[in-house]
Structures are given as C-alpha cells and as structure tokens.
C-alpha cells in the first residue's frame, strides 16, 4: 500500500558528502514519523535521525553536527544530508515512514560507503 524509493547512496571518500532522499507514495493519508536508519555488517539496524510525531528531530550522538535530517511534506519526502562523512559510517541506510494508523514502511535500503 506504502512504497518507499530511496536514492542518493554510493561511494565517497572519508570527508566528503551525500544526500539522501526517499519519496512515499500510496495509500497516505497521514505521516506520523519519518526518519533514517542505519545497519553495517553484522551490527543491528540503528537510528540516525528521525522526525518524531512530537515535531522534534532525533540525532544518533554519532552524527550530531554531521548530519541533518530534513523533509518536503508536500512531497512526502525525507532527506538526509550527510557532511564530513567517516569510515564508520558505511552501512546501508533505510527510510523509515509511519503512516496512517501508524504503519511502518521501509524503504529498500541505500548502500553508504566511505572509504579513502
């Protein structure tokens, strides 16, 4: 009923940036969350940044100062700017949209991949 298409990953040397966008589409009639998640080999999938339904944005400590979330609510879409990026900080990274009567929807995930 949701879809999610994210975009924006590849490869970037440590120091560099990427911007990140995932769109919604489908049966929407309300978001209640949107945010970004994170997952690297063999470690489990962690927050990165999120709008909350409380209108507050939350930061992994890992990326305050870093990285900003941001959103277009007319397109139903999230981004996630990414400067002065670090080795750790490869993974994929997955959309994470709350919709309606609090669905959760994930994107298909985006290789993220810093290396000098």
């Known amino acids: 009923q949701v879809q999610l298409v994210e975009s924006g990953g590849g490869l970037v040397q440590p120091g560099g940036s990427l911007r990140l966008s995932c769109a919604a589409s489908?049966?929407?009639?309300?978001?209640?969350?949107m945010g970004w998640y994170r997952q690297a080999p063999g470690k489990e999938r962690e927050l990165v940044a999120a709008?909350?339904?409380?209108?507050?944005?939350n930061y992994a400590d890992s990326v305050k100062g870093r990285f900003t979330i941001s959103r277009d609510n007319a397109k139903n879409t999230v981004y996630l700017q990414m400067n002065s990026l670090k080795v750790e900080d490869t993974a994929v990274y997955y959309c994470?949209?709350?919709?309606?009567?609090?669905?959760?929807?994930w994107g298909q995930g985006t290789q993220v991949t810093v290396s000098s």
């Open positions: 994470n949209v709350v919709v309606n009567w609090g669905t959760s929807s």
């Open positions: 489908g049966s929407i009639f309300s978001i209640k969350g």
């Open positions: 709008f909350t339904s409380g209108g507050r944005i």
